[in-house]
């Protein structure tokens, strides 16, 4: 039995990641939250025939005398997993743009307030779910959400994820065209570590389960590093000022929430990159700060999942030279990321 809640599932990622998550025959139930359409989306699903019930909910009406939001809490009560889509996307940097960057502080201010604000109803209706988050800038809204956890004193960092598997996915996909062979895609695997933006956005082509060819010349290598880190503005440019990756976004978050929901059911061994709190695992977080050399909180490794959420930090392993500069350089981004999630509930240090 697994519950799934997908807050923000009424957008462009939370539709079709709600159904891939009808479609999956371990979830059991299906709530979704949406400021708007929620009933709607669910009602539609629901005639999909898989074991999933699913139930939609809404905010109260503005001059409804019902206590602070009743639809969040009954979407969220008894709730397995909760994968959170919910804010605004970034648009292109052309006429009309609003957010051009994943940190500009428009964006982040809003996506920050509507995370702040799931977190808290989560903290008092189900703390001991696993929290995925998906909101923008992961970076930051991670951190964001543990705040908040640790001002209710329900804070787990096993059960908090950032989702980064679209980085991973978007590194498959593109080792296969640099291979020649598409159809080698889904086999590839490709950890991407450090966070979810820019240059914090490290793949580690060298431990790629299928190896680029010898002596391929270093500027194939520096594209297709920067292609991979800069996978969401090649969407955004391509969509025009209509929005970021929401069905790639949605296929991954999907492909993430899978492997939760195995660890839940007990599978062993499952191991994946994501952006999770050091304190997840002591001696591996210790470990992984150790080889960074810098003293942060956060940060995205391949960590292997169990039944309680995070059971080891797996850290970078053997790095090349360039691929050690990458991770120096994602640094200080990701320190200054996470310094402005946490300054953004605690205040300023
Ligand atoms: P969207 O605008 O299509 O959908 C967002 C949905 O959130 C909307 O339906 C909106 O009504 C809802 N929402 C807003 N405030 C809410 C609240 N308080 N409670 C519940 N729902 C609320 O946007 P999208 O394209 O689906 O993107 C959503 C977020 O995901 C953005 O922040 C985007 O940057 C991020 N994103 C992350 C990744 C990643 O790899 N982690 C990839 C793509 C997009
Ligand atoms: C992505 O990687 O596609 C997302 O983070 C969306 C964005 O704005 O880049």
């Known amino acids: 039995m697994v519950k799934a809640?997908?807050?923000?599932?009424?957008?462009?990622?939370?539709?079709?990641?709600?159904?891939?998550?009808?479609?999956n025959p371990d979830v059991t139930e299906l709530s979704l939250y949406d400021i708007v359409n929620a009933p709607g989306v669910?009602?539609?699903?629901?005639?999909?025939?898989?074991?999933?019930?699913?139930?939609?909910?809404l905010p109260p009406p503005k001059d409804s005398q019902t206590t602070p939001n009743e639809?969040?809490?009954?979407?969220?009560?008894?709730?397995?997993?909760?994968?959170i889509p919910a804010g605004v996307p970034r648009k292109p940097g052309e006429a009309n743009a609003v957010f051009t960057t994943l940190h500009s502080d428009d964006l982040f201010k809003i996506n920050a307030g509507i995370?702040?604000?799931?977190?808290?109803?989560?903290?008092?209706?189900?703390p001991k779910a696993f929290v995925l988050v998906?909101?923008?800038?992961?970076?930051?809204?991670?951190?964001?959400?543990?705040?908040?956890?640790?001002?209710?004193?329900?804070?787990?960092?096993?059960?908090?994820?950032?989702?980064?598997?679209?980085d991973v996915v978007r590194a498959s996909t593109f080792v296969a065209e640099v291979l020649g062979d598409r159809s080698l895609s889904s086999s590839i695997t490709v950890p991407v570590v450090g966070g979810h933006s820019g240059v914090t956005i490290v793949p580690l082509l060298s431990?790629?389960?299928?190896?680029?060819?010898?002596?391929?010349?270093?500027?194939?290598?520096?594209?297709?590093?920067?292609?991979?880190?800069?996978?969401?503005?090649?969407?955004?440019?391509?969509?025009d000022g209509a929005g970021s990756a929401t069905l790639s976004m949605a296929y991954a978050g999907a492909e993430f929430a899978v492997k939760i929901i195995r660890a839940i059911k007990g599978e062993r061994g499952i191991i994946v990159p994501s952006y999770v709190n050091l304190a997840a695992d002591q001696e591996g977080g210790a470990a992984?700060?150790?080889?960074?050399?810098?003293?942060?909180?956060?940060?995205?490794s391949p960590v292997e999942l169990g039944p309680n959420g995070v059971e080891s930090i797996k850290g970078l392993g053997t790095i090349t030279p360039s691929e050690r500069a990458l991770v120096n350089a994602a640094l200080p981004d990701l320190i200054s990321n996470i310094d402005k999630g946490v300054s953004f509930i605690q205040g300023p240090k």
């Open 42 to 57: 669910a009602v539609d699903l629901s005639h999909i025939a898989t074991p999933a019930k699913v139930e939609g909910f």
């Open 288 to 300: 992984l700060r150790k080889d960074l050399g810098k003293d942060l909180d956060y940060f995205s």
């Open 134 to 166: 998906i909101s923008n800038p992961v970076n930051s809204t991670v951190p964001i959400v543990a705040e908040v956890f640790k001002n209710h004193n329900v804070f787990d960092p096993k059960r908090l994820f950032g989702v980064t598997t679209l």
């Open 5 to 23: 809640v997908v807050l923000g599932a009424a957008g462009g990622i939370g539709q079709p990641l709600s159904l891939l998550l009808k479609i």
């Open 207 to 239: 431990q790629s389960s299928h190896r680029l060819p010898e002596g391929l010349d270093t500027s194939t290598v520096d594209s297709l590093v920067n292609r991979i880190q800069s996978g969401g503005d090649e969407v955004v440019k391509a969509k």
């Open 71 to 83: 639809g969040l809490r009954k979407a969220l009560a008894g709730a397995d997993l909760i994968v």
């Open 115 to 126: 995370v702040r604000d799931l977190a808290t109803a989560i903290a008092t209706t189900a």
